[in-house]
């Protein structure tokens, strides 16, 4: 099972990013954006129903990012507003698969840098 992140650059302050992320079909339940900014632990970000489509986001970004699915394209989406340089970080998708309890595959993570 695949994840391929991408969508991660430079940008400035103030400006907005979307992140994609595809898997391979059906593979799993519910699918997840995390990151990781350097001497700091993983954080989880947001979260999707794969069937649902029910959301969830993490508190420390709710009104700036928003996480969508494309279900023809088996691809998720992280969009990004209002980028401020904390939110630099190593971003990652990841899936949970029907019946377990934490995310288990994970993509190769994409570099989001902002500048200020």
């Known amino acids: 099972v695949q994840l391929q992140a991408s969508g991660g650059g430079l940008v400035q302050a103030g400006d907005s990013l979307r992140l994609s992320c595809a898997a391979s079909r059906g593979a799993f339940s519910i699918m997840g954006w995390f990151r990781q900014a350097p001497g700091k632990d993983r954080e989880f970000l947001a979260l999707i129903g794969w069937y649902s489509g029910g959301t969830e986001v993490a508190h420390s970004v709710q009104g700036r990012f928003a996480i969508s699915k494309d279900n023809a394209k088996n691809t998720i989406y992280l969009q990004m507003n209002s980028l401020q340089p904390e939110d630099a970080a190593v971003y990652y998708c990841?899936?949970?698969?029907?019946?377990?309890?934490?995310?288990?595959?994970w993509g190769q993570g994409t570099l989001v840098t902002v500048s200020s």
């Open positions: 990841a899936g949970r698969r029907a019946g377990r309890s934490a995310f288990e595959h």
